[in-house]
């Protein structure tokens, strides 16, 4: 799983083609190839981006997390 922190935007994840949003006990199929979230907490849409990043003054550096599918073990 690749997990990008736009500079100054959102968190963005690659989902594979569809996802499961959880939310208020409802459940959501939705299908978009990647999803954008909120991490400047001015969203009026949380947990997604709106784009409110823009114009609220958010700074927060670029970073990249790639997760390996397979857990690492210790000790090899
Ligand atoms: S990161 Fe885009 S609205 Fe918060």
Redo the contacts with the bound molecule.
Sequence with gaps: MKIEFREN??ISLETGGRYLLRRDGQEEVIEKPRV?L??????AKKPF?????KING?VAPAAVLEIDENPLTVGQ
């Design positions: 935007g959102p954008s909120c991490r400047c907490g001015g969203s981006c709106d784009g409110t990043h958010f």
